[in-house]
Structure formats: C-alpha cells, structure tokens
T-cell receptor, first 116, second 114 residues
C-alpha cells in the first residue's frame, strides 16, 4: 500500500524566501509528526497533530515556522523568511491511532531543503 | 539539558561478527525507548521499542536491546551481523511526561564488510 509521501523531495530557496513543504500521511492515520534533521544529526521533533488539532508545537524553532493540517489529512509545514540554518531534511511521519509516541510511526522520504 | 548519546559514530564489522551499539540518555523519570534504522535509500523505520516489562526487548531481523535503568542505557545488540545490516541506527527516547516528543541521538553508521 501507499506509504507517507512528501513533496517536493528537494527544494532550493534563496535566503529570505518563504517555502511550503507538504506531507501526505497514510490514509486513515490519525497522528502526524514533523521532524527536522540537520546533516549528520538525528531527527529533531518539531510538532504533532492529532487529526486537525496541533497538540504539541514545542519543537518549532521560531515563529517563522508554521504547520497546519486543516482537514486532518494532508499537512503543510511553512517556513517564512528562510535562513541558512533552516537547511535540513524535513521528515514527516504518521501513525494510525492517537496514542502519540506509543504508536508506530511510519516515516516519509523527507524533503531536503537547501537555503542559499 | 535532556539528551541522547550514541558514542559510536561509525562502526565497521565483518559479516558474522557480533554487534553492540551504545545508547545513553539523560532523563531521570519514566522513559519510553526506541531504536530506529535507516537502510541506504530507504525511509527511517522502527527496529524495536521498550515501554515497560521485560527490559530485554526483541525487534525485527534478529536485533535486541536491553534497558538498564541504573545505567540510563538502551544498547542495541545482534549476535551475528549480515551485510544487509549496513545502515544508520538511531536511538531515541520519549520522556514519559510528553505524549508526542521523541528525542533522537545523532546516529551510528554501521558498515558491514562482506
């Protein structure tokens, strides 16, 4: 079956531009997570949705980062006024139920963002 | 600060060798523990997890991990590695106080010589 998909797979942005990254979770999955993975590091938690509700956004690094999931399926991570330190792979994961981390997360391929 | 440490950045082994990857964390309370794996060209996937009960947990592909609370450790082991185990391995911890946040280590790259 279809897994988690993300688009675009690669994005090059000039410093100061706004970008939008899309995540299509596995159909029917209630929970959705966003992570940021810098080069040579492990993923860092950004935010968590349960259906359309954003229950945890404690990992968003600044107010330039904004995530939404308006209909409880597709999610968009938006980064305003991109900076070079935003260069990273952005991973999306979904899980079937609403048990948070106790549910198995299925990861997408990631979007590699390069800010010049 | 809360953290997860994976002391080995790159491990190189021959096939059939035994494997142990170290993981230590710095949380004092209840934790949930994970190992994730990313094979070349593939997505990150769950290898095994520990929530409670028997501190020795078994995962896919013959991997196991042991939770030692007194040492704040959750080391990953496999008695005999195969070339197909070449991958990056991430230890991760969920502080029990959070339902959603997972803190990942920086990863260990495992290379298996055929």
């Amino acid at each position: 079956g279809a897994g988690v998909s993300q688009s675009p797979r690669y994005k090059v942005a000039k410093r100061g531009q706004d970008v939008a990254l899309r995540c299509d979770p596995i159909s029917g999955h209630v929970s959705l997570f966003w992570y940021q993975q810098a080069l040579g590091q492990g993923p860092e938690f950004l935010t968590y949705f349960q259906n359309e509700a954003q229950l945890d956004k404690s990992g968003l690094p600044s107010d330039r980062f904004f995530a939404e999931r308006p209909e409880g399926s597709v999610s968009t991570l938006k980064i305003q006024r991109t900076q070079q330190e935003d260069s990273a792979v952005y991973l999306c994961a979904s899980s079937l139920e609403s048990g948070g981390v106790r549910e198995t997360q299925y990861f997408g391929p990631g979007t590699r963002l390069l800010v010049l | 600060a809360q953290s997860v440490s994976q002391h080995n950045h790159h491990v190189i082994l021959s096939e059939a060798a035994s494997l142990e990857l170290g993981c230590n964390y710095s949380y004092g309370g209840t934790v949930n523990l994970f190992w994730y794996v990313q094979y070349p060209g593939q997505h990150l996937q769950l290898l095994l997890k520990y929530f409670s009960g028997d501190p020795l947990v078994k995962g896919i592909k013959g991997f196991e991990a042991e939770f030692i609370k007194s040492k704040f450790s959750f080391n990953l082991r496999k008695p005999s590695v195969q070339w197909s185990d070449t991958a990056e391995y991430f230890c991760a911890v969920n502080p029990g106080s959070s339902a959603s946040k997972i803190i990942f280590g920086s990863g260990t790259r495992l290379s298996i010589r055929p």
